[in-house]
């Protein structure tokens, strides 16, 4: 069996990794249903925040879930592309393996959800009540 060998650019520009950094995110964002919605509820976020006017403590941890959220989603996006091309032939660990990126996302998503209701539910409950 023959090695793949890539070809590697050993001092490439950094400004070429951030290049290819924004264009994976962009290409997730644009053809994942998933990183779309993530990213609806992320400007969601930003906008009754500023309306709510959530405090510093509270910005930061919604930045540090927007960033957790949407990076377990690149990851799964990128195992489940790995899996595809590795695995075309339906495989249970396979499966398994997708399911399992899948879980990380959906746990954060839902960590990231109930955080959120502890801030902004009170803050709705005073400007609502």
Known sequence: MSKVKFKRE???PLWKS???????IKECLVNERNMTI?????IAVIIFGFVLNISLREWITCIILFALVMSLELVNTAIETVVDIC???INPKAKLAKDMA???VLLAAIASAIIGLVIFIPRLMMVLG
């Open 18 to 24: 951030f290049y290819h950094a924004f264009a994976g």
């Open 10 to 12: 050993p001092n490439h």
């Open 102 to 104: 899948a879980g990380a």
């Open 38 to 42: 993530h990213f609806c509820f992320m």
């Open 87 to 89: 695995s075309p032939n």
